[in-house]
C-alpha cells in the first residue's frame, strides 16, 4: 500500500515558537532588495562603521534625505533615453 504523503503545510515546523511575536524592527520595515555596485556598498559599509551607524539605518536615512530632496525641487535627475539593445530574457 502507498504511504500518504503529507503537504508542507501538514507538516509541524518543530522549531517554531507559536508565543514568539515578530520584533518591532519586523513591524516596522519591510525588506527590499535594491542593486548596487560592490564599490558603492563597501564605501556604505564604510560609512557606516566611521559614523557608528548600521548599515540599513544609513540606508533609509540617504533614501528618506533623496525623496525629500526630490520632493523639494533641490534634486533633479537626469533624464537620459535608455535603449535596451538585448533583453537577458531571450
Do not use: C
Not at 45 to 62: C, F, H, S, Y
Amino acid at each position: 500500500m502507498p504511504r500518504a504523503k503529507l503537504a508542507p503545510q501538514d507538516i509541524p515546523d518543530f522549531f517554531a515558537d507559536p508565543k514568539r511575536r515578530a520584533s518591532p524592527y519586523d513591524r516596522k520595515y519591510e525588506r527590499h532588495t535594491y542593486r548596487v555596485t560592490e564599490k558603492v556598498h563597501a564605501r556604505l559599509k564604510e560609512i557606516a562603521k566611521d559614523e557608528g551607524v548600521g548599515l540599513n539605518d544609513l540606508t533609509r536615512w540617504i533614501l528618506d534625505q533623496f525623496i525629500k530632496g526630490y520632493e523639494s525641487g533641490m534634486i533633479i535627475l537626469p533624464v537620459e533615453e535608455y535603449v535596451v539593445t538585448h533583453s537577458r530574457l531571450t
